[in-house]
């Protein structure tokens, strides 16, 4: 009953603070774990553009260029925008949202969808799991699931499963790369070879949200909020940069991707530069597998997704370049 409390003490903390107005940022120490969550969803920048979001609802109802609520697992359902009766093999690129991992729905990102498609590629946008009412194995399967059934399927819709893109958004980021390594060392089954993933601004690494780390730049291990992190998603094996620091210098061949390209935003209040900066030390300690590192300032959290749906021609430009290399 107190872990039942706690859990929904701690939603409820997440979802306010994601759909009230922003405070600054906590500077003084964490006086308990539930501190530690709201330094995490509060931040200088906006959580979410609620007007971009609204139109892009809209837009899934209007779109014709979408094949809408495909279930790829029995229980989930997808999205593919895509030119009907295309022969073409166009490349995929699989968008993973994200929200805390307790909120966002595909519809919410049909405009992102229609902006990939305009631009050539196949988009697929799955639903999937999400706290409560999923942890983080649960999240994992359904995307891992996702990917297979886009394997198998996408040829239909145009698309070429020899050219899967993954492309995710903060705690959506954090499940591909968590994904990809867990599927490249057989914690879970093999999945099929993903082409590249693009991962914006994602979490992949707790410790660097603990103080010690903002104050002095060196990250402990096993941080309060890494505990609370791995209580919330009901693993220990929730931080990709954890898993492969059990692994010897260049012990692993593959890591799921054929190349990472990872994005952060000079203006992110939320997710520290450190937690990429993690992921690749780790992925460059480990293995040969390539990856490209890329900032762009003056955006903030949510920027470059929110951008591209609103029509900022240089986030668009950016990130149709970081798909493309």
Not at 99 to 107: D, L, R, Y
Request: net charge neutral; with cysteine.
């Amino acid at each position: 009953m107190k872990n039942l409390f706690k859990t929904i003490l701690l939603l409820a903390i997440v979802i306010s603070a994601v759909f009230t107005n922003p405070v600054k940022t906590v500077e003084t120490e964490f006086e308990s774990d539930i501190k530690d969550v709201a330094e995490l969803v509060h931040a200088k920048d906006k959580r979410a553009d609620i007007p971009t979001l609204m139109e892009s609802i809209g837009n899934f109802f209007k779109s014709k260029n979408i094949a809408r609520n495909i279930y790829y697992n029995g229980s989930r359902n997808l999205d593919i925008y895509h030119k009907k009766n295309d022969k073409t093999k166009r490349t995929v690129v699989m968008f993973i949202y994200g929200g805390i991992w307790t909120f966002g729905e595909k519809t919410l990102y049909s405009t992102l969808g229609d902006f990939l498609y305009d631009n050539g590629y196949v988009a697929v946008i799955p639903n999937y799991a999400q706290f409560p009412f999923g942890l983080v194995d649960d999240m994992v399967y359904d995307i891992g699931c996702a990917i297979k059934w886009v394997y198998n399927n996408i040829h239909k819709y145009g698309g070429d499963n020899q050219r899967i893109i993954l492309m995710g958004h903060s705690s959506g980021a954090h499940l591909i790369a968590l994904t990809l390594i867990q599927s490249s060392l057989n914690y879970i089954g093999r999945l099929p070879n993903i082409y590249k993933a693009v991962l914006l601004n994602g979490p992949y690494d707790f410790d660097v949200f603990s103080d010690i780390a903002k104050q002095t730049g060196i990250t402990p291990e096993n941080s309060d909020l890494e505990k609370l992190a791995k209580f919330v998603l009901g693993s220990q094996n929730a931080c990709p940069t954890d898993i492969l620091k059990y692994f010897p210098d260049k012990s692993i061949s593959y890591l799921g991707a054929n190349k990472f390209n990872v994005i952060i935003t000079g203006e992110d209040a939320l997710v520290p530069e450190s937690s990429a900066q993690g992921l690749l030390q780790q992925i460059r300690r480990t293995s040969d597998v390539p990856f490209s590192y890329y900032i762009m300032p003056q955006v903030g959290h949510s920027g470059l997704t929110e951008g591209l749906m609103r029509g900022d021609t240089g986030i668009q430009g950016f990130v149709l370049y970081v798909i493309a290399n």
